[in-house]
């Protein structure tokens, strides 16, 4: 079984900084993609970036310029350093693991406000 458990949510300012972590345990497949959703009240869940075992990395054009997702392999831990924090990143953050040839796994999430 795989377990993600997260940290490092919490309450910002608005231009303030926040770096989440999240680290997978269990028989994970070595090729795979993690990744960072979140989901505001009354929205569907998003996609806000995600980075491949091999270090490829894609970005919702909301955030690009602003956050940024890195992996630790020997670790099983993927992070995302949010930068320029704005009130509209307020949202439930949750970490994703996907193998690749089959599973979907998500962490509990962890809370993000960006509020003055």
């Known amino acids: 079984q795989v ?17 989440l972590s999240c680290a997978a345990s269990g028989s994970i497949f070595s090729i795979n993609v993690m990744g960072w959703y979140r989901q505001a009240p009354g929205k569907q ?17 909301s955030v690009k310029g602003r ?28 970490c994703n693991l996907k193998p690749l040839f089959k599973g979907d796994y998500w962490g509990q999430g962890t809370q993000v406000s960006v509020s003055s």
């Open 67 to 94: 956050f940024t997702i890195s992996r630790d392999n020997a670790k099983n831990t993927v992070y995302l350093q949010m930068n320029s924090l704005k009130p509209e990143d307020t949202a439930f953050y949750y």
């Open 45 to 61: 869940r998003e996609l806000v970036a995600t980075i491949s075992s091999g270090g490829s990395t894609n970005y919702a054009d």
């Open 3 to 19: 377990q993600l458990v997260e940290s490092g949510g919490g309450l910002v300012q608005p231009g303030g900084s926040l770096r």
